[in-house]
């Protein structure tokens, strides 16, 4: 079917229909006939707090918040004001010099992250992020090898790419499977094979793998992991893009499993959804090479002086003890609420939550994505997990309340009703 066709199906206005073909024309074809094909032909137009409109005016409740970006809301006015500072005296700075933003910034990761992390690497993004993490763990321990989680998405960038999904990589001719190895998610044995060769620099892993579906893991699987790392002189990085930023009930998902990573990365919601910014927080140990080579990573636009001034406000707000004390509550409300939902519609066969993260598992190969599809024109934007269709990410964002997630319950139950007849 065209894209013309696929339009013609739609009640979408003039506008719309410009913007789309814009889209098509000049940036993402194949993307576009993607969500029109699906029926979700969304173009956002206003947004504020966990609520957008489409341009032609639908409105959508955001259980979906960008996996994290929008933890606050959309434009949370602390972070507007933030931004608004920011601008007033500052620009994106000069990368090669050091800066008062930057400086303030990287003191607050090294006090709210656990352990002896220490020493941060600003980046313009998560992928970034992660590829600093990867050459760190080389130099590091001068082995090259990668493992990561089949389950696992890191970014698209290049290093962070050939460590998630193998297919991806590889449609790009861009993957390198003797040197980034993938084992199973919750599986030790495989992991304890993959480095007992002894030459693998680091495990990178998403302590709840989100693309997955937000798979909890077992007690002892993070646990397990670090030590093995520790038998195999292998360094352990968290990659909290998602998990990140209170989203658990702790600040970090590693603490939630009492795990001490060597290197934490960081992204989406850091920069409180009005500036692009990414971390990574390494040991002095890993990071001994920002001692000895000044220029190792250069980025012109990594630690952004106006992204790190609104990333220290976003900080502070996620890290603030009564955010804390809401995400507790609504995590409870939010469990009651998919039980009861569970309790009464079978085709809701799976529920994994953690906080307030949630995947939810569909009697369906193609559930996920028929609940996403379904939940749009009923005014609730949620996005099934790419790498399992069944799964619904289901995320309330960290300042969510009850009545908002009662609404998510009731259209939920209606999209169920519709979806599994
Ligand atoms: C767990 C995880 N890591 C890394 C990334 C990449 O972040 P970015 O899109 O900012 O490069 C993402 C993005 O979705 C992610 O979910």
């Known amino acids: 079917m065209s894209l013309a066709e696929a339009l013609d199906r739609l009640e979408i206005s003039p506008r719309k229909r410009e ?20 029926g979700v032909p969304l173009v ?14 639908h409105e959508l409740r955001d259980f979906h918040i960008n996996g994290g970006t929008y933890n606050l809301g959309h434009r949370h006015p602390a972070m507007v004001e933030a931004l608004v500072e920011g601008v007033a005296t500052l620009d994106v700075g000069n990368h090669h010099f050091p800066s008062e933003a930057r400086g303030r910034l990287a003191e607050r990761l090294a006090e709210l992250t ?13 992928g970034e992020a992660n590829d600093v993490a990867i050459k760190s763990a080389r130099h590091a321990t001068g082995r090259r ?6 389950a696992g998405y890191h970014g698209a960038s290049g290093l962070s790419g050939a460590a998630g999904n193998d297919a991806e990589a590889a449609y790009f001719n861009s993957a390198y499977p003797d040197e980034f190895l993938k084992v199973p998610f919750g599986d030790l044995d495989a992991m304890e094979k993959a480095l007992s060769g002894r030459d693998v620099a680091a495990v990178l892993i998403e302590p709840i793998p989100a693309t997955f579906g937000f798979p909890i893991p077992e ?24 998990t990140g930023l209170g989203r ?3 600040l970090w998902a590693v603490e939630t499993f009492g795990v001490q990573p060597d290197m934490l990365i960081s992204g989406k919601g850091l920069g409180g959804g009005m500036y692009p910014i990414g971390v990574v927080v390494m040991t002095r140990e890993v990071g001994a090479w920002l001692a000895e080579r000044g220029w190792g990573y250069v980025s012109t636009f990594g630690g952004s002086e106006i992204g790190c001034a609104v990333a220290l406000r976003g900080l502070e707000l996620c890290a603030a003890e009564e955010t804390a004390r809401n995400v507790a509550e609504m995590s ?13 519609h079978p085709f809701l066969c799976d529920v994994r939550q953690k906080g307030l993260i949630a995947g939810l598992g569909f009697d369906d190969p193609n559930g996920g994505l028929q ?29 969510v309340d009850r009545a908002f997630l009662d609404e998510g319950f009731e259209k939920l139950e209606t999209a169920i009703r519709r979806v599994a007849g």
Request: hydrophobic share 40%.
């Open 219 to 242: 007690k002892d699987y993070l646990p397990g992991v670090r030590s093995l790392c520790d038998r195999y002189e292998t360094l352990l990085v968290a990659d909290e893009v998602q």
């Open 19 to 38: 913007i789309l073909t814009l889209n098509h024309t000049y940036l993402m074809p194949n993307r576009v006939e993607a969500w029109a094909g699906a």
């Open 145 to 150: 090898k990668i493992v990561s989680l089949e």
């Open 371 to 399: 609940m996403a599809a379904t939940l749009y024109p009923l005014g609730l934007w949620a996005m099934f997990a790419g790498f399992d269709r069944r799964y619904l990410q289901f995320k309330p964002g960290l300042l």
């Open 332 to 344: 409870v409300h939010l469990e009651k609420g998919l039980a009861d939902l569970r309790s009464r």
């Open 248 to 250: 658990t009930g702790r």
């Open 114 to 126: 656990p352990g002896d992390l220490h020493y941060s690497v600003l980046t313009p993004s998560g």
């Open 44 to 57: 956002i137009g206003r947004r504020e707090g966990y609520r957008f409109w489409d341009i032609d005016g």
